[in-house]
């Protein structure tokens, strides 16, 4: 069995005690800092991409991806117990996991986030692992015009999962793309929106947008909020689900599963959009609908099943096709580029160790987080008590030296400080930042391969539609901008989000 | 005429704005054809993308049907402290070393709180320098700026 065989190669490299080792303290980084509230998996990593920086290419990944997952568990915490999700797809854990916490029963909604989650992980490591190659070899048959439909589709899929107006997110995306074009342009030389400063002709970073649209001007919000900012008390209960909960919970564990490990495969749906399906089926098929958002523990567990499963086939694309998924892989993406590593098909044959070690780093990452997580709520519940007047300092000098670290360079930090007055104005507006950060990402690699294409059928638009594989992705595009300019089903999205309140 | 979704409304100017400048900018790179882009040609045509779909959500914001949003008062005090606080940090690192300049960046955004006092705010910013000696300095192995310059 070849599955195996590579299984064993990637825990081979993952079960070495150094790289154990730095996969725990990244699940042990990332749920610190995931678990303060408002900070989620982007600015998690954004703020500890630097520290892999130094590590061997291998280790660096591995512990990449613990900080993922343990930002992820510790955003779910947050959002169970004081209803601050940190990050988007924890939007939906907050509506029965925060209700089954106020009902005395926190630890037992704590407790199925994780099983939830580790089951989801398991079997979507399992998919990722058995998928994964042939999927790259159809990422071989994709040429320029491929590419470029493809990244169409995965940014209407970041469409469909901001929550505001669409007009407004495509024009977040359009932005992103453009802010991506800023640098030197890779096909002529040419350094383009620099206004002569040198250190902009590298382009603007990712990591420094994340940190001023997300951290900064999240700050900024909470501040001006003052005495009504919401109060963190910890009360967390016996911790285990009872009979009756765990009956209710592990159809909608497998449910969210699959759902999430189809959607995690796509192209910038990730892992938000796939809790909101997870929780719209679930109240859709459920006897007694009417008690979600009471606290009902099929709601909990499925979207949060679902979320870890998406995150984790989310590396599918990242890994074959070298497309970022969200805005987490896409901070992968770039830790890869750091690393001298290519993302793409060739990532396979060429590395390995370094593709079945991260797969298998994965699975071990998820079982060190159930580890972690069960006995140390009550840990995490006192983190939380840090009164926000101490975290917030806290936060700005990390993400100060974050970004300096990023290219020891102060013009960095001065440039995030403007982002954060921009996220700032942006966050009176309603405009979201999520789809401008996969637009900054997608931007010149989509120019790329949009130019290639072009050049290859001499000018030719229609090489776009004439190709079966490119047609056939944005045929796919434009269906998913025909489901989301329903009216109906526009409707049932908002009130979806009405209900989040 | 009445603006009645007052946060579209202004999202769809800035959008606008932004689409076109960068629009115009990309005029003064060569354009190219179609089979031979030159670097002026993508960014030309995702600026007039950005303009005219901000044209549209400005337009739909003025529609009758629209919703009446406003859009919340900016607290400048806070802005003002927090993103000068960092400017500060970011101008002060080269001259002043990480040490001096944490410091600062910790002490001075302090004041964005509602419930600031001095005790804390420089308890905190002792104990935040102490972490990023050990945690980044020691631990990582950052390289800084340690000290100010006419020290060292």
Request: glycine share 10%; hydrophobic share 55%; aromatic share 10%.
């Amino acid at each position: 069995m070849e599955l195996f065989d590579n299984l064993m190669l990637g825990f081979s490299v993952a079960v070495t005690p150094e790289n154990l080792a730095y996969a725990l303290l990244g699940c042990i980084l990332g749920t610190l800092i995931g678990v303060l509230p408002g900070i989620g998996p982007v600015p998690t990593i954004a703020m500890l991409l630097p520290i892999t920086y130094v590590l061997p290419p291998v280790a660096g990944l591995i512990m990449l991806a613990g900080i993922y997952y343990g930002a992820q568990y510790g955003g779910s915490t947050t959002a169970i117990l004081v209803a601050l999700p940190g990050e988007t797809s924890a939007v939906v854990t907050v509506l029965d996991g925060h209700q089954m916490a106020r009902n005395g029963r926190a630890g037992a909604a704590l407790a199925i986030a994780a099983l939830g989650s580790f089951f989801a992980g398991c079997v979507a490591t399992i998919l990722l692992a058995a998928f994964a190659p042939p999927l790259a070899e159809v990422a071989f048959k994709f040429g320029p015009a491929e590419y470029f439909s493809l990244m169409v589709l995965g940014l209407v899929g970041a469409v469909v999962l901001a929550s505001g107006s669409l007009p407004k997110a495509i024009c977040m995306i359009l932005l992103g793309l453009l802010l991506g074009m800023v640098g030197t342009d890779v096909n002529s030389g040419v350094a383009r929106y620099d206004f002569g400063i040198p250190e902009l002709q590298d382009g603007i970073d990712f990591a420094v947008v994340a940190m001023g649209v997300f951290g900064f001007s999240e700050i900024m919000n909470n501040l001006e909020l003052g005495d009504q900012r919401v109060e963190i008390t910890g009360k967390v209960g016996s911790l285990y689900p009872n009979k009756q909960e765990f009956k209710e919970c592990w159809p909608a564990v497998i449910r969210g599963t699959a759902m999430g490990s189809c959607l995690g495969i796509l192209p910038g749906g990730g892992a938000v959009l796939s809790s909101f399906a997870s929780y719209t089926l679930e109240k859709k098929i459920s006897r007694n609908p009417e008690r979600f958002g009471k606290g009902h523990p099929a709601g909990l567990a499925g979207p949060e099943s679902a979320n870890n499963a998406a995150a984790q086939t989310s590396f599918i694309p990242l890994l074959t096709l070298g497309i970022p998924g969200n805005a987490v892989t896409a901070l992968m993406i770039g830790a890869m580029t750091i690393h001298n590593i290519q993302p793409g098909p060739q990532v396979m044959t060429s590395h390995p160790e370094l593709f079945w070690g991260l797969i298998a780093s994965m699975w071990i990452g998820n079982l060190m987080l159930v580890i972690l997580n069960l006995p140390l709520v009550g840990l995490w519940v006192k983190l939380l008590k840090v009164p926000y007047r101490l975290l917030f300092p806290a936060i700005l000098v990390f993400c100060t030296v974050g970004v300096y670290s990023l290219n020891y360079n102060v013009f960095d930090i001065l440039v995030t400080a403007a982002f954060g007055f921009v996220g700032y104005v942006w966050s009176k507006l309603r405009c979201e930042g999520a789809p401008l950060l996969l637009g900054l990402v997608l931007g010149p690699m989509m120019e790329e391969n949009f130019r290639r294409a072009l050049l290859l059928s001499r000018g030719d638009y229609t090489t776009f539609v004439t190709r079966p594989l490119s047609l056939s992705l944005l045929v796919l595009a434009a269906i998913l901008v025909v489901i989301v300019a329903l009216p109906s089903v526009k409707k049932k999205r908002d009130e979806t989000f009405v209900e989040e309140d | 005429m009445q603006i009645k979704n007052k946060q579209d409304f202004w999202s769809g100017i800035m959008f606008v704005v932004v689409g076109a400048a960068f629009s115009l900018g990309a005029t003064s790179y060569s354009m190219g054809t179609a089979a031979r882009m030159g670097p002026g040609y993508f960014p030309f045509w995702l600026g007039v993308c950005l303009s005219l779909l901000g044209a549209v959500v400005t337009l739909n914001s003025l529609s009758a049907k629209a919703e009446n949003t406003e859009i919340e008062k900016f607290n400048w005090k806070v802005v003002f402290v927090i993103i000068g606080a960092v400017v500060l940090c970011g101008l002060t690192l080269n001259s002043l070393g990480v040490y001096a300049s944490i410091f600062l960046l910790v002490v001075i955004s302090s004041f964005a709180s509602h419930e600031f006092s001095w005790p804390i705010a420089l308890g905190a910013a002792v104990f935040l320098v102490l972490f990023v000696w050990l945690a980044f300095i020691k631990g990582l192995g950052l390289v800084f700026p340690l000290w100010p310059s006419f020290l060292a």
